[in-house]
């Protein structure tokens, strides 16, 4: 009489998993995804578990399996690393062999209650000293002395095994590079901005509500091919999205993180004015609110159908810059000739279909003054840049 092969027990799965248990997420399934990981916890808690594997043991699909995981990496339980085995059996994140399973790390000291507030969609500012405590990726590839790769795997060890004590201690906080000249080498903080990165802000949805520092700081580890083919590739996985009907988008530095542009392998940055149109958009994304902006600058409203605005020209930089417009409160009176000119034919290209006169009139007899309110005395240049008073954009 055989029986079936008992699966190894799992060090610290009781504290794991008492941990999911008493979370309180709002979405059983990855409610259930969450608690399945637990059991395969190390004393780290850290995972090495196929999407398949818990797609059996949780009786779903491998798609529903993935997508939890990517909802719970977004909200903080968890933080997820890609992972290859190379050709002589190490696992490494530099991307080097054959691609495995992630290594998956419950943040079980993660504030509960950050991680229930972003469960429910509410917004949480961010603890910096939690934040770099938990964080095993935020600076992935800056500590070039340290030998990536993991302990050799046993002949036979499946690939979502445990392999290894891997550290979750968090990874020391990088030097300032030194200048060329061999002086003092300037903060982080004034770092120039790769030129892909501003663009591909604007337009990764929702991302008003995201982390711009991390977004910032997974674009800068990757190449300049790899930054134009990320900001090439947004519009059209916002499209993709958008046909499927699907309204929830990961965080903007998960998205890099995971290589997700990766899937638009011939994806390349549009030149102004001939970006292609990503079809509805989401209300509450940054593109509908561009679009909501410019046409109450027009006097009118855009088509909304079924919570999404319906908006059939291409989303440029130039249209994002009325994302970030000020409130209509603090717009300004236009009156100036040139300046009325710039604004007439900015709107007659961006806006269509019938609309009121731009210029109306404001007091009477003697006091009347004929302008309209906009956001800024000229309209954004082709690039999203705003000009100042007096100077033509």
């Given at each position: 009489?055989?029986?079936?092969?008992?699966?190894?027990?799992?060090?610290?799965?009781?504290?794991?998993?008492?941990?999911?248990?008493?979370?309180?997420?709002?979405?059983?399934?990855?409610?259930?995804?969450?608690?399945?990981?637990?059991?395969?916890?190390?004393?780290?808690?850290?995972?090495?578990?196929?999407?398949?594997?818990?797609?059996?043991?949780?009786?779903?699909?491998?798609?529903?399996?993935?997508?939890?995981?990517?909802?719970?990496?977004?909200?903080?339980?968890?933080?997820?690393?890609?992972?290859?085995?190379?050709?002589?059996?190490?696992?490494?994140?530099?991307?080097?062999?054959?691609?495995?399973?992630d290594r998956i790390q419950l943040l079980y000291d993660?504030?509960?209650?950050?991680?229930?507030?972003?469960?429910?969609?509410?917004?949480?500012?961010?603890?910096?000293?939690?934040?770099?405590?938990?964080?095993?990726?935020?600076?992935r590839g800056l500590n070039e002395g340290q030998d990536?790769?993991?302990?050799?795997?046993?002949?036979?060890?499946?690939?979502?095994?445990?392999?290894?004590?891997?550290?979750?201690?968090?990874?020391?906080?990088?030097?300032?590079?030194?200048?060329?000249?061999?002086?003092?080498?300037?903060?982080?903080?004034?770092?120039?901005?790769?030129?892909?990165?501003?663009?591909?802000?604007?337009?990764?949805?929702?991302?008003?509500?995201?982390?711009?520092?991390?977004?910032?700081?997974?674009?800068?580890?990757?190449?300049?091919?790899?930054?134009?083919?990320?900001?090439?590739?947004?519009?059209?996985?916002?499209?993709?999205?958008?046909?499927?009907?699907?309204?929830?988008?990961?965080?903007?530095?998960?998205?890099?993180?995971?290589?997700?542009?990766?899937?638009?392998?011939?994806?390349?940055?549009?030149?102004?004015?001939?970006?292609?149109?990503?079809?509805?958009?989401?209300?509450?994304?940054?593109?509908?609110?561009?679009?909501?902006?410019?046409?109450?600058?027009?006097?009118?409203?855009?088509?909304?159908?079924?919570?999404?605005?319906?908006?059939?020209?291409?989303?440029?930089?130039?249209?994002?810059?009325?994302?970030?417009?000020?409130?209509?409160?603090?717009?300004?009176?236009?009156?100036?000739?040139?300046?009325?000119?710039?604004?007439?034919?900015?709107?007659?290209?961006?806006?269509?279909?019938?609309?009121?006169?731009?210029?109306?009139?404001?007091?009477?007899?003697?006091?009347?003054?004929?302008?309209?309110?906009?956001?800024?005395?000229?309209?954004?240049?082709?690039?999203?840049?705003?000009?100042?008073?007096?100077?033509?954009?």
């Open positions: 009489m055989t029986t079936a092969k008992r699966r190894p027990r799992r060090i610290a799965a009781d504290e794991a998993h008492s941990w999911a248990r008493n979370l309180r997420l709002g979405n059983i399934h990855a409610k259930l995804v969450l608690s399945m990981l637990s059991l395969y916890v190390d004393g780290n808690g850290v995972c090495w578990v196929s999407a398949q594997a818990l797609a059996e043991d949780c009786e779903l699909s491998d798609d529903t399996v993935r997508r939890r995981l990517a909802w719970l990496d977004e909200i903080g339980a968890i933080a997820r690393e890609p992972q290859w085995i190379d050709e002589d059996g190490r696992r490494n994140g530099e991307r080097r062999g054959k691609r495995t399973t993660a504030d509960v209650d950050d991680i229930e507030a972003r469960a429910a969609g509410h917004v949480v500012a961010e603890k910096r000293a939690i934040s770099t405590a938990i964080s095993l990726r935020q600076q990536p790769a993991s302990i050799r795997l046993a002949s036979g060890q499946p690939p979502h095994c445990g392999v290894g004590q891997d550290s979750s201690e968090p990874e020391p906080e990088p030097e300032s590079p030194p200048t060329p000249s061999g002086g003092v080498s300037e903060p982080a903080a004034v770092l120039e901005e790769p030129e892909d990165f501003g663009p591909a802000w604007m337009s990764w949805p929702g991302h008003e509500v995201m982390r711009r520092d991390l977004a910032l700081a997974e674009f800068r580890l990757l190449s300049l091919e790899k930054q134009r083919q990320c900001r090439g590739a947004i519009p059209l996985f916002a499209k993709m999205q958008n046909e499927l009907g699907r309204t929830h988008r990961p965080n903007f530095h998960l998205w890099i993180r995971s290589r997700g542009f990766e899937e638009f392998p011939n994806a390349t940055p549009a030149e102004p004015g001939a970006a292609p149109s990503i079809g509805p958009i989401e209300i509450g994304s940054a593109p509908a609110r561009a679009v909501q902006t410019l046409y109450a600058v027009a006097r009118t409203r855009p088509f909304v159908n079924n919570g999404r605005v319906i908006y059939s020209k291409p989303i440029t930089p130039q249209l994002l810059a009325f994302a970030q417009a000020p409130p209509e409160s603090a717009w300004i009176w236009i009156e100036d000739r040139q300046q009325i000119a710039a604004w007439s034919s900015f709107v007659a290209s961006h806006v269509s279909g019938g609309r009121p006169q731009l210029v109306t009139t404001r007091g009477v007899g003697a006091d009347a003054r004929n302008g309209f309110l906009a956001p800024w005395h000229w309209p954004p240049r082709k690039d999203g840049t705003i000009g100042n008073t007096g100077e033509a954009a």
